[in-house]
């Protein structure tokens, strides 16, 4: 099994964390089934995929919707 981290900040693990919970779909059944929210933080590319999209967000968000148009010369 392969050991993986957060490379954020305490917050913004709080965050997924609270994300994770809210979409935990395990179920205690016999054999035990992991939801696909807690298999993804079992992948360090995801991880970092995610903080990477979390501390960029803002920057295609202001682009997307707040650009200016572009006058013709």
């Known amino acids: 099994m392969a ?10 693990y709080a965050r997924l964390y609270d994300a994770v919970v809210r979409n935990c779909e ?4 016999q054999p035990p089934h992991t ?3 807690h298999v993804m933080l079992e992948d360090q590319s995801v991880l970092d995929r995610l903080l990477w999209v979390f501390r960029t967000r803002g920057t295609f968000i202001a ?11």
Do not use: L
């Open 63 to 73: 682009r997307e919707f707040y650009a200016r148009p572009v006058s013709a010369r």
């Open 26 to 29: 395990c179920v205690a059944k």
């Open 35 to 37: 939801c696909a929210a």
């Open 3 to 12: 050991i993986v981290s957060w490379q954020g900040t305490d917050a913004e």
